[in-house]
């Protein structure tokens, strides 16, 4: 992955394994409605590229969770603190 800042904003060019910039794409399965993926942008390509984009959650979400015993510890350490 690749990170990049403009202005004050920061964001991540996700690539495929041929190199190509991965498309956000929306799941409408049963099992996973609404959650967000990358896939490789070329249309029947043969790389096969595919990862969950899972959104970061907030500092407040991690803590609550976590006391609830349901996610694991290593997940909120990227996340920003907004408490």
Known sequence: ??????????????LC???RQAALKTSYT??????EFYTCSQMRSRCKF?????PSLCCRSCVVIKGKGLMDTNVCL???STI
Request: proline share 3%.
């Open 30 to 35: 049963e099992t996973n409605p609404g959650r």
């Open 1 to 14: 992955m690749r990170s990049y800042t403009v202005s004050i904003f920061t964001f991540t060019m996700i």
């Open 50 to 54: 595919f990862v969950w984009h899972d």
């Open 17 to 19: 394994k041929g190199g």
């Open 78 to 80: 990227n996340t920003k």
